[in-house]
């Protein structure tokens, strides 16, 4: 007796046989990412994983994505509330954060999974990506951080002890404006059932918008005049800002940017933590007013991920350094290294 005896080979379909389900496909796909970026495969696992649930959530099936769908996930994850979804938001849809400004990234993210996804077997005719974009938002009018909110972003920034959060204490600590900051790295400071969370994003090799900046707050010149009050924060420099962008100046050294970190941390009673010396690189922005103890003119660059080699060597330290994933999503945070 034959295998083909005894097996009825015949009652299978040769196509169920070559095609294979969505999330195998999935997994194809990261370890086809993990053999060209190690760090970065498994939060593309995810993004899929995330965009199948949605689907599956509404009774959908990833399979056989629409743009519609697509369409409807980057409204989903633009709306704080969720209000679409049938059921207890909190609960159900902690592993699908408020992320507009990731919207693009993970947009791209569902391109290549789908392009990937068709050419190994998955029947689509066309990939439902194609074509898409999301929006770039307008950018708000400048105000300065009152005194909780100052509060929030450095208690957060310490609370979760990131080498985000304490790069946006350190933007934040050296006065920048909240829509300055919002630009550089902070997408919104926002409370959940787990307490203040920090969103970010990333400028990669661009620079800022233009912008007319409003004359320093009242309070801002009376703190530079030395009229300090115990524990407030840095005076809030004005930025040289030209059409092309936020002017550039001659970086800082290592010793320097150290000096900044310590001059913070005594300031606001916040330490920073132990940083690779090279923290500051990439994106440079220009302080034309006088920190005290400072020289008249910094620039201060803080790391823009603007390289793969970048990226793996923060991932690793974050991982070495702090025993917590950068992304948790039991804790609603959202970081996304990539996003545009």
Known sequence: MTGADFFDLSALNADRLERRTADQLADGFRDLKALQHPETADRYRAEAGYFFNFMRRFGADP???????VLRYLDYLAS?????????CWDECRHLPYAPSSRQHRLDVLRAFYEYAIANGLGLSANPCAGLSVPVPAVEAIDHLDEWEAHDLWNGAREHSYRDGALVALLLGCGMRKEEA???R???LGKNGYGPTLRFWRVKRRFWQTINLPSPSAAAIHLQAGDRAEGALLPSPRWTVTEAGIREKAHLSDAGIDDILNRISHYTGVRPGKFPSHLG???SITMS???????LE???TFYGHATLKDHQRYDAFARDTFKEPIYNPAQGRDFWHLAA
């Open 289 to 295: 007013r006088t920190i005290p103890g400072l020289p």
């Open 186 to 188: 902070i997408e919104n």
């Open 80 to 88: 704080p509330t969720h209000p679409q979804h049938p059921g207890d």
């Open 281 to 283: 690189r990439k994106t």
């Open 63 to 69: 399979a056989a994505c629409t743009q519609p769908h």
């Open 182 to 184: 919002r630009l550089v």
């Open 298 to 300: 910094v620039t201060m």
